[in-house]
């Protein structure tokens, strides 16, 4: 492997028979229908591709050592200082919960069980600020998960190498102008 390559963190994301480690099934599939409308497939990859469920569940089963369980801001930079903490994890839980506690009492069905104008819908509503006053706690557990999704997509590969057209640094076995015999020079 040549240095810059990208690795998976833990390699059974990319297995075809992966299971959520901390997240139930239907947890992991609605942050993974979440991610797909926020950030569909174009001529880049889109959140389902990049595997962004898995990457927030592999987040949130991880032990931080030394992190504390202080309750800080609900953003998801916070979250991952915190990952695997009680805390984070409960807050995620709890915004997922919400979100199809929402679903459910204005559709009758959870998130992924709404037909895809719904889910559009329903994300909209979270979305806009000036649009009813009385989701202002569902716009802060819907701004976690998308927080989440957004963080786990631009630090993919997907993200960073393909939509951002990111390049590493080659690493440089010289260094050209530097005149000492173990950098290269004379």
Known sequence: MSLGAAQPPDPSLSA????????????????ATVGELLIPATDTPGARAAQVDRFIDLLLSTDAPGTGEEVGGADFPDLLLRR?????????VEALNWLDGHCLSHHGQPFRGL?????????????????????????????????????????SEAGTRQELKYQTNPYQPEMPGCEHPEHGGQ
Request: no cysteine; net charge negative.
């Open 16 to 31: 075809a028979d992966w299971k959520p480690k901390f997240l139930d099934d239907h947890q992991a599939n609605t942050v």
């Open 115 to 155: 037909d895809q104008s719904q889910q559009e819908a329903v994300i909209d509503r979270l979305t806009r600020s000036a649009a009813a006053p009385e989701l202002g706690p569902g716009r802060e557990h819907f701004a976690l998960i998308k927080g989440s999704i957004i963080a786990a997509y631009y630090s």
């Open 84 to 92: 695997g903490t009680l805390e984070a994890r409960k807050q995620y």
